[in-house]
């Protein structure tokens, strides 16, 4: 994959060659990365990227910087393929930041600038930035029955001690040698991993336990999808009772508008929301344990609404529940019925019922 | 009212007339009781007056003679706020006799009764001069004269006040053979010399302006500055006209009937002014129910006054405005860039108009940027028939048309009815055989509508100028700073292709230079429309 990339660097960087030997402003051509041009796919229950395409030319006042960044970081990543090393895109922001000859213009003023610049380019190229041997910021742990081999270390997850297994950014060439697990159970908070890794949920339940840490990252949640596909194993969210919560999950599920060009690797659209959910809240008379939603929740909540995957009774009831009550619930406040309460009683029988939403 | 009824005689009168009508002492004792009136108010502003009324007549008979006209000017301090003055140019002289009456008697001049757009319009100027130095230090007055014909004449003179006569201290005629015309004034004066708004190099440095024909040598208390000549060309010789109807007023007419040679009231209206044929001579008569007749010397008060109105009721065609011998685009630019370090000059000459039965031409420069200062309000420079005028801008009618002229929207920043404010200095030059001041001090011009109107007509046409050099410089500079952008990253683009491709780094960036040349060379409105307009998102993930 990785010198097909190279290839197409190579071959990017003579197209625009080619455009100069000839006279002719030199453009970059990059999908749009926006609402008009990311739509829901029903059948596969991804959001994938349409055909619209801007074409950047380096003569014109809009575009002439971000020209000039993409192909400083295409001649980065070709140099990172060819000499077959790996580094974070916050390294790679570092190492390309310098300042204009004669000028107080810096190459990249902040890594907000490089970062939007190599979507720009794995949407150009048909790539993902695993191909160009850029990394994403780590974020995520997991445990549970597995086994795999990272880079020839034998891993065993079940043996990690209390922190877990640090998911790094790339999860590609992992090999899986043993899966013994009937499901994922993904937390959004590394507080509620830790509590679930303590009780030895995934021993007791044999499934993987994975934290997110918030918002997953690409190679946590190419990592949910590889257990999902590779071993049909249902994923099962659980989150905050909360807008940014359920958003977390339609993220996992469905992926993001952000890396549309990359739900297929990232969405898994068989993941069930298992909890908090606003009905939980009366359920399990955790009420006194709420706070009170803001307007911004209240504003997210009913876009959440409008989701075309969200089209269903379920969720349409749930949604418009939080939105009537204007109360949200973190995961925590299940501990108001003891500590233990989440491992011992909630999520079993949540399981056991099958009470997940779509 | 002596004083009134004197200076309104100003248009139209001979000393000779003058004299016999009024009693001769009037003129002189005037000026003593009134100099405030004729700019001799205090030493500074008197200073100015003085080294003015002289370096006025010298422009005007050098101009007279057809030379190019080369001005002397020496101020040279005598003590304490004492100074002597001397002006010299290259006129064409005055033969010995007239030099004790044209300038040892006021009110006599060239220019009475006969309107022609000339600086100096009455004959006070240098005889009050004179007047103001004896006044002051009890001196005599130096004239010194050659009219080319190998003899000079000096005098030595003074001014009679109780009979406004000549009062000759000495006289030479010395045949010295030499071959020169023009004139040498010399007298010392009471006098304060200051720098700045009102001083006499401001007046020296906006009349080189306003005459860049002509060269002018200042040798000030601070040392010699010469104002160059910046053009050979001079402006085309005013003609002489007679007056209007419609521009005349009673107390003239009344001094026109008295010494008119016409015999008749028909023949008095037909000759002594412009635009009266017969037919509309005899409608005046008809209008004003007087005798066509009759003999105009024997026109009484009441008469004269209905002879006055009717004058005014019987339509008649506008002055002829060739009389009028504006400076013109050209020269007033050549002036301006002379005196003036700017980035941007305009020029605008109006055709004539008439107030008033009185032939005037408009016309206005402006120089902005380069050396002027930006920060306060723009500098405004009048001028009538040529002259500077130093005082009283407030109450000018040049001032209020440029403070009523909407300068906003040709670049200039101004808040409402207030002068703009800017890297400019605004010219503006009225030309007229009869320019309407509001006080005998001659510096600031009534605002009667038609000149508003003329004044502001062209300030318009000039600020269309600006502002359309200032949206071109202000494409100009959009194009350098796009050019600088590509310029900025050329090199950055460059080295990653020529890395990634390895072709000459050196050919793509100059193939790459060559192409912002082109694409920032031309102006090219739409240059930088997108293709789609995108917005991205900007979330890291």
Known sequence: ?358 | MVGTEVLNMEKGKSAEQLAKEQREVSVSEFFERNRHLLGYDNPTKALLTVVKELVDNSLDSAEDHRVLPRIWVVAKPKGVDRFKIMVKDNGPGMIDKQIPLAFGKLLYGSRFYKLMMTRGQQGLGASGAILYSQLTTGKPTTIISSTADGKTSFYELMIDIKTNKPEIISHQVINDGKIWHGLKIEMEIEGKYIRGERSVLEYLKETAITNPYADITFQGPDGKIEFKRGANKLPKLPKEIKPHPYGIELGILKRMLNITRAKSLLSFLTNDFSRVGKTSAKQICKVSGLNPNLDPHKIENHEAEKLFRAMKKVKLLRPPTDCLSPLEEDLLLKGLQKEINAEFFAAVTRPPSVYRGNPFQVECGIAYGGEIAPEGSVKIMRFSNKVPLLYQSGDCAITKAVATTDWSRYGLKQSKNSVPVGPAIILVHFASVWVPFISESKQALAAYPAIMKEIKLALQELGRKLSHYLAGKRRREYHIKRKKIFERYIPVVAESLSHMTKVNEEKIKIKLEKIAEEKTGVVNEQGDSEEINQSSTQNSE
């Open chain 1, 1 to 358: 994959m990785s010198k097909e990339t190279q290839k197409k660097l190579i071959n990017l960087a003579h197209k625009i060659v080619n455009e100069i030997n000839h006279g002719v402003d030199p453009y970059l051509e990059i999908p749009i990365r926006s609402l008009t041009n990311v739509k829901w796919n029903e059948k596969d229950g991804l959001l994938r990227l349409g055909e619209k395409k801007s074409k950047r030319y380096f003569f014109n006042v809009a575009y002439a910087r971000k020209f000039m960044q993409t192909l400083l970081i295409a001649d980065f990543c070709k140099d990172l393929i060819e000499e077959n090393i790996h580094t974070s895109i916050r390294d790679m922001y570092y190492n390309l930041k310098r300042t204009l000859p004669d000028t107080k213009e810096n190459t990249f003023e902040t890594q907000d600038e490089s970062n939007p610049i190599i979507v720009d380019l794995e949407t150009n190229l048909d790539t993902l930035r695993e191909n160009l041997h850029l990394l994403a910021d780590r974020k995520g742990i997991v445990a549970g029955n597995v086994k795999i081999k990272d880079r020839g270390d034998l891993i065993d997850w079940s043996k990690l001690g209390s922190g877990g297994w640090s998911i790094p950014s790339v999860v590609e060439d992992i090999k899986f040698v043993k899966v013994n697990a009937k499901f994922v159970l993904v937390i959004e908070k590394n507080a509620g991993f830790e509590r679930l890794h303590e009780d030895k949920f995934w021993q007791k339940y044999n499934c993987i336990l994975i934290g997110t840490g918030g918002q997953p990252a690409r190679g946590t949640r190419r990592l949910i999808r590889r257990l999902n596909q590779e071993f049909k194993l249902p994923v099962y969210v659980l989150t905050d009772n909360d807008a940014y919560g359920v958003y977390i999950y339609s993220v996992i599920k469905s992926g993001s508008m952000a890396l549309a060009h990359a739900s297929e690797q990232l969405g898994t659209p068989s993941a069930k929301f298992i909890g908090l959910t606003p009905s939980d809240v009366k359920k399990y008379g955790l009420e006194k344990f709420t706070i009170k939603a803001t307007d911004r929740d209240i504003k997210r909540a009913k876009e959440l609404l409008n989701y075309p995957w969200f089209q269903n009774k379920e969720w349409q009831r749930e949604i418009k529940l939080m939105i009537k009550t204007k109360r949200k619930a973190e995961i925590e406040a299940l501990s108001a019925r003891g500590l233990k309460f989440i491992t011992e009683t909630y999520l079993p029988e949540k399981l056991k019922k099958k009470e997940f939403l779509p």
